[in-house]
């Protein structure tokens, strides 16, 4: 079965300065991987995914994220955080091919950032 | 159109009783995930239905829980005889088709506090 790991468990940043979320997945063949985010009070929605082709992938609100399989990783960037980001931040992946549908989430990133 | 409504949005209920969680899918979608949200565990997939197929009842904690989809669209999710420990939020998603690749839209979810 897979699994995903987000190593940071709550971020502070100030607004402007640079932003990383770690994600790595445990799993023996090819994923599909996602970034889901959660505002205050609202609910989970999708900022991005990844299946094929260019491993690098952009999102809404500015947000990318880069697959590198020799590390089954699929950290999140954004070069310059608002205050508006203060959001929880999910990674997700499910196996590849048909009758793979369930995601299995990590734990969630807490972001806060500081006006 | 709307997006995925649940209902209710908040149920307190005591110990022992049982508790039914309602989900209306997005329109034209055809497969419908439950997942959970605790502070423990994170957010783990429940049980998946795709069209008229046998729902993936693989994530259910228990034989407490159960769940139908009435019509290939609204579904309820039933927790028989309560436990402190199913205190959670309930989300429900759905995507267009069944399928690793597709997204999954979520709900506002159900918060459920059991005395």
């Known amino acids: 079965a897979q699994s995903v790991s987000q190593h940071n468990h709550h971020v502070i940043l100030s607004e402007a300065a640079s932003l990383e979320l770690g994600c790595n997945y445990s799993?023996?063949?090819?994923?599909?991987l996602f970034w889901y985010v959660q505002y205050p009070g609202q609910h989970l929605q999708l900022l991005l995914k990844?299946?094929?082709?260019?491993?690098l992938v952009k999102g809404i609100k500015g947000f990318e994220a880069e697959f590198i399989k020799s590390k089954f990783s699929f950290n999140l960037r954004k070069p310059s955080v608002q205050w508006s980001d203060t959001a929880e931040y999910f990674c997700?992946?499910?196996?590849?091919?048909?009758?793979?549908?369930?995601?299995?989430f990590g734990k969630g990133t807490k972001l806060s950032v500081i006006p | 159109g709307a997006g995925v409504s649940q209902s209710p949005s908040n149920k307190v209920t005591e110990k022992g009783k049982d508790v039914e969680l309602r989900c209306d899918p997005i329109?034209?979608?055809?497969?419908l995930y439950w997942y959970r949200q605790s502070l423990g565990q994170g957010l783990e997939f429940l049980i998946y239905?795709?069209?008229?197929?046998?729902?993936?009842k693989s994530g259910l904690p228990s034989d407490r829980f159960s769940a139908e989809r009435t019509g290939g669209s609204v579904s309820t999710l039933t927790i028989q005889r309560t436990q402190q420990e199913d205190s959670a939020v309930y989300l429900c998603?759905?995507?267009?088709?069944?399928?690793?690749?597709?997204?999954?839209?979520f709900g506002p979810g159900t918060r459920l506090l059991v005395l």
């Open positions: 990844y299946f094929s082709g260019d491993p």
């Open positions: 239905f795709q069209g008229n197929s046998a729902p993936d």
């Open positions: 799993y023996g063949g090819t994923v599909n």
């Open positions: 329109s034209g979608h055809t497969a």
């Open positions: 998603a759905s995507s267009l088709e069944a399928g690793g690749w597709e997204t999954q839209y």
């Open positions: 997700a992946v499910t196996p590849s091919g048909a009758g793979s549908y369930q995601l299995t």
